[in-house]
């Protein structure tokens, strides 16, 4: 299989303002990404450019600083390296369909000797990112197949606070989830539903009740 061709399978371009499979390196060659995807359900978007691609994984609960805390990434498909910039909507039915954030991005670092698709290929790779939002030392591990575990280092930047309740918005935009789906003809209050961070800007119903029952 090429590069990039398990995304080109996944997806209609026709449909999908997400960026077509070309390859081009950015700058630093070492870009990284976590984007917020509010689909069937919330999860983060890890992404780590090596070799014309972002390597992804998909992290359910999103990254913690905790280093006692040993976050689930699944690895799914390669994605281009233009996909670090992509902020919008996939259309409901699509792959993916729901709200995309750029929630952090910045460059990073492998540390140790090893390059980068050895060190995967070995199942461990340890790595510093220079984001906005996350610093220092990381690590993944594989367990098995496709899923790995995602994990803080301890350093100065370890701290047992939630940043994705901290720190809720876009790195790019600062929009909150639920203002990038109104923003750009998106399902709101899907986007807002479990994203602690994004109800009192766009309301769920429940939430409106629970306000007038107060009032
Ligand atoms: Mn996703």
Same mark, same amino acid.
């Given at each position: 299989?090429?590069?990039?061709?398990?995304?080109?399978?996944?997806?209609?371009?026709?449909?999908?303002?997400?960026?077509?499979?070309?390859?081009?390196?950015?700058?630093?060659?070492?870009?990284?990404?976590?984007?917020?995807?509010?689909?069937?359900?919330?999860?983060?978007?890890?992404?780590?450019?090596?070799?014309?691609?972002?390597?992804?994984?998909?992290?359910?609960?999103?990254?913690?600083?905790?280093?006692?805390?040993?976050?689930?990434?699944?690895?799914?498909?390669?994605?281009?390296?233009?996909? +670090?910039?992509? %902020? !919008?909507?996939?259309? /409901?039915?699509?792959?993916? &369909?729901?709200?995309?954030? @750029?929630?952090?991005?910045? #460059?990073?670092?492998?540390?140790?000797?090893?390059?980068?698709?050895?060190?995967?290929?070995?199942?461990?790779?340890?790595?510093?990112?220079?984001?906005?939002?996350?610093?220092?030392?990381?690590?993944?591990?594989?367990?098995?197949?496709?899923?790995?575990?995602?994990?803080?280092?301890?350093?100065?930047?370890?701290?047992?606070?939630?940043?994705?309740?901290?720190?809720?918005?876009?790195?790019?935009?600062?929009?909150?989830?639920?203002?990038? +789906?109104?923003? %750009? !003809?998106?399902?709101? /209050?899907?986007?807002?539903? &479990?994203?602690?961070?994004? @109800?009192?800007?766009?309301? #769920?119903?429940?939430?409106?009740?629970?306000?007038?029952?107060?009032?």
């Amino acid at each position: 299989m090429k590069p990039l061709d398990e995304y080109k399978k996944k997806r209609r371009f026709s449909a999908t303002p997400e960026p077509p499979p070309t390859t081009a390196r950015s700058t630093s060659g070492r870009l990284f990404v976590v984007q917020k995807h509010r689909a069937s359900h919330l999860h983060y978007d890890l992404r780590l450019e090596d070799g014309g691609v972002l390597k992804s994984w998909a992290v359910p609960k999103g990254p913690s600083l905790d280093p006692a805390t040993k976050r689930l990434a699944m690895a799914v498909e390669d994605h281009p390296v233009d996909y +670090a910039e992509f %902020e !919008g909507i996939i259309p /409901e039915g699509e792959y993916g &369909g729901g709200t995309v954030m @750029v929630w952090d991005r910045g #460059t990073y670092e492998i540390e140790g000797q090893t390059d980068v698709a050895s060190a995967l290929h070995k199942g461990e790779l340890k790595f510093t990112l220079h984001g906005a939002k996350l610093k220092g030392s990381w690590v993944l591990v594989r367990t098995r197949n496709r899923q790995w575990l995602w994990i803080k280092h301890r350093d100065e930047y370890a701290s047992t606070d939630d940043i994705t309740v901290t720190n809720p918005t876009s790195v790019s935009t600062g929009r909150k989830l639920a203002e990038i +789906a109104a923003d %750009e !003809g998106g399902d709101a /209050e899907k986007a807002a539903t &479990g994203d602690p961070a994004s @109800v009192p800007s766009v309301p #769920t119903p429940k939430v409106r009740r629970a306000r007038r029952a107060k009032a």
